[in-house]
């Protein structure tokens, strides 16, 4: 197999919009239509989890039981996932190679880090935005993903892994999500599948309590974060095997787990709420987590000071020179922000999660020469802008331009 990938901003991924009667016909759809998709990713997972060595008995015994835990918990979702197959024409055991490869994952030493999250809650005008760090080598194995609704489930639009019902994205009813790999002495395999909990909360949640709702009722066993975001608020569940705890962001708050004041919730790859810490461990020994964290930190810091000085008219030190909007599509105000409240917008997030040379990187680019499992990137930067219902989506880093930005409107 070539060892060669496509640099990720030069990816110019399909988009899988689909409309049907009920659930079975939407998977059936999903399978025939991405069937290449799914057998490309189907594959590079086999040798991506053969490079972690994690024998074949031990990938096959982590999938089915991660199906028969997700037919316990949703079995609508369970359906889906078989049509999908059977519209791929392969079984469902290898599908859930795919959509559970985060519980498979759990029985590796290391893996690579992925993705840098920025949200602000404002009441009315919250946003969120992601780096969406993976293996390089997967760079063109996901697609854009406009998932129709039908009876009982909302629209939803956002990214996906071939074979994947959902990702990271942004309902109809304005309840969007983003995730981070963590890891925790006690991960194991067979859990509900954190995508699976994603696609559930993108169909099914119309409010903030539904969404976490949904995730506090799965079995899991892996650890991640997601970020919930609605006009309204951002919540980070983190997830540590089957334990999770919520972690706000509320004005005038600083109680365990929230970020006080500012309304910025960060995260990397590591757990930050205090009951979790016991046991909690680096995905891998040159994770650059803690670093990416700190530089998030610095630039919130230094973007607070920036707005501080905005409110009482002193003058910046670098005033004179104009601010760079390439990476900021859209930065006007959202609505439900009063007059004299400048909202934090998505533009403003995908500078905070801007990197270059020399920097932390939250923008992540493989460096020349990196052999295969060694080489991350940043394969897509995602903006949620719940209040208008709008999801940007554009393959690579901030720091590439986003020339392949993809607006939707729910």
Request: net charge negative; with cysteine; aromatic share 4%.
């Amino acid at each position: 197999m070539s060892t060669e990938f496509v640099p990720a901003a030069e990816v110019r991924p399909t988009t899988f919009a689909v409309r049907a009667s009920d659930h079975i016909e939407r998977g059936h759809r999903r399978g025939q239509e991405l069937r290449t998709g799914i057998e490309s990713t189907r594959r590079a997972y086999r040798r991506y989890f053969s490079h972690l060595s994690i024998p074949e008995a031990a990938v096959e015994s982590a999938t089915v039981a991660s199906l028969e835990r997700l037919r316990q918990w949703w079995p609508t979702g369970a359906e889906e996932v078989e049509a999908v197959a059977a519209g791929a024409d392969i079984d469902v055991i290898e599908l859930m190679e795919i959509i559970a490869r985060t519980e498979i994952m759990t029985q590796a030493k290391a893996a690579p880090t992925e993705c840098s999250t920025v949200s602000h809650t404002s009441p009315g005008a919250s946003v969120a935005a992601q780096n969406w760090d993976w293996a390089a080598d997967f760079s063109s194995l996901w697609h854009f993903n406009d998932v129709g609704s039908v009876p009982g489930q909302h629209r939803h639009v956002g990214i996906a892994e071939f074979g994947m019902l959902g990702k990271i994205g942004l309902n109809e009813a304005g309840v969007g999500v983003l995730l981070n790999i963590l890891k925790h002495a006690g991960d194991e395999a067979g859990g509900v599948p954190i995508h699976m909990i994603l696609a559930r909360v993108l169909a099914e949640a119309g409010t903030l309590d539904e969404a976490l709702e949904i995730i506090r009722s799965a079995a899991t066993s892996s650890s991640s974060v997601i970020t919930v975001i609605t006009a309204e608020a951002a919540v980070q569940v983190e997830i540590a095997g089957a334990l999770k705890r919520e972690r706000r962001a509320r004005a005038g708050s600083a109680a365990d787990g929230e970020t006080g004041e500012s309304g910025f919730l960060l995260h990397t790859n590591h757990f930050l709420h205090p009951d979790l810490l016991d046991g909690a461990l680096e995905l891998r020994p040159d994770s650059t987590s803690q670093d990416r964290y700190r530089h998030l930190e610095g630039a919130v810091a230094d973007f607070e000071a920036e707005r501080a000085r905005a409110r009482t008219g002193e003058a910046a030190p670098d005033e004179a020179a104009a601010p760079d909007d390439a990476t900021a599509p859209d930065d006007a105000a959202s609505p439900g922000v009063g007059e004299g409240h400048a909202a934090v917008t998505v533009g403003d997030l995908t500078k905070l999660l801007t990197t270059g040379p020399g920097q932390a990187p939250v923008c992540c680019i493989p460096a020349p020469g990196a052999a295969y499992g060694d080489r991350s990137a940043t394969l897509v930067s995602v903006r949620i802008d719940p209040a208008r219902r709008q999801i940007d989506l554009a393959p690579g880093s901030p720091a590439e331009g986003l020339r392949g930005n993809r607006r939707f409107q729910l």
